[in-house]
């Protein structure tokens, strides 16, 4: 079964820099995709970007970009810019590919962002 | 808009009573899926349907059932609540099972078993 590590519980930015979040994954597959997702203190679950396995080239969504590194089984995500509203709890997920797949998230990495 | 709305951001039940969570998306998506999140543990899927009154287990069914009798409704049910299962349980779909395709949550309903 596919596992997913996020090894930074909370992190911390000051407004206007740029932090990166980690995510690795366990996997035997040669294809997949991969998400992130952001849930404020809101609660709502909301998509923040999306790369598929095969794809060599780096998803970018504005200030959101991930560094994905197949051979590492890595899958970073780069926020740039920092703003109030990027604090967070960020999930990395994973999804094999074929109809009947699910997604796997990771344990979550809480980002606060201070002035 | 996709909305995935969930009955209830807040429930208290006790141990032994059955309790229903419900979901309901408005996007005539085929799939839609029950987490349960919690701490240090993240979202773990308990189950997921593809289609009208289809089910799969996900990765922790034990103590759920589920039911899904139209495709816009789906419901989750605790057949006789314990304390361990005092979480925030949310709601997901999506237009197609696997790829891209993004899911749409609900805003979770935050559980407390007494």
């Known amino acids: 079964a596919q596992t997913v590590t996020q090894s930074q519980p909370e992190m911390s930015v000051q407004e206007a820099e740029t932090v990166t979040l980690s995510c690795t994954y366990d996997t035997s597959e040669s294809d997949y995709y991969l998400f992130w997702y952001k849930q404020p203190p809101s609660r709502q679950m909301i998509l923040v970007i999306r790369?598929?396995?095969?794809?060599?080239q780096n998803a970018t969504e504005n200030r959101f970009s991930v560094n994905f590194q197949k051979a590492a089984k890595s899958f970073s995500l780069k926020i740039s810019d920092s703003q109030l509203g990027d604090a967070a709890m960020y999930f990395c997920?994973?999804?094999?590919?074929?109809?009947?797949?699910?997604?796997?998230f990771g344990t979550g990495t809480r980002l606060q962002v201070t002035l | 808009d996709v909305k995935v709305t969930q009955s209830s951001r807040y429930l208290v039940k006790r141990t032994g009573e059955k309790v229903f969570l419900e979901c309901v998306q408005d996007?005539?998506?085929?799939?839609m899926f029950w987490y349960r999140q919690d701490p240090g543990l993240g979202l773990r899927l308990i189950y997921f349907?593809?289609?009208?009154?289809?089910?799969e287990k996900g990765d922790i069914p034990e103590g759920y059932s589920v039911s899904r009798e139209k495709k816009e409704r789906f419901s989750l049910i605790l057949e006789s609540a314990s304390t361990n299962q005092t979480s925030m349980y949310l709601c997901?779909?999506?237009?197609?099972?696997?790829?891209?395709?993004?899911?749409?949550f609900g805003q979770g309903t935050r559980l407390t078993v007494v």
């Open positions: 790369q598929e396995a095969y794809k060599q």
């Open positions: 997901a779909s999506s237009l197609y099972p696997g790829g891209l395709t993004e899911a749409f």
């Open positions: 349907s593809y289609d009208v009154k289809m089910k």
């Open positions: 996007m005539d998506h085929e799939n």
């Open positions: 997920a994973y999804r094999s590919t074929g109809t009947a797949s699910k997604l796997t």
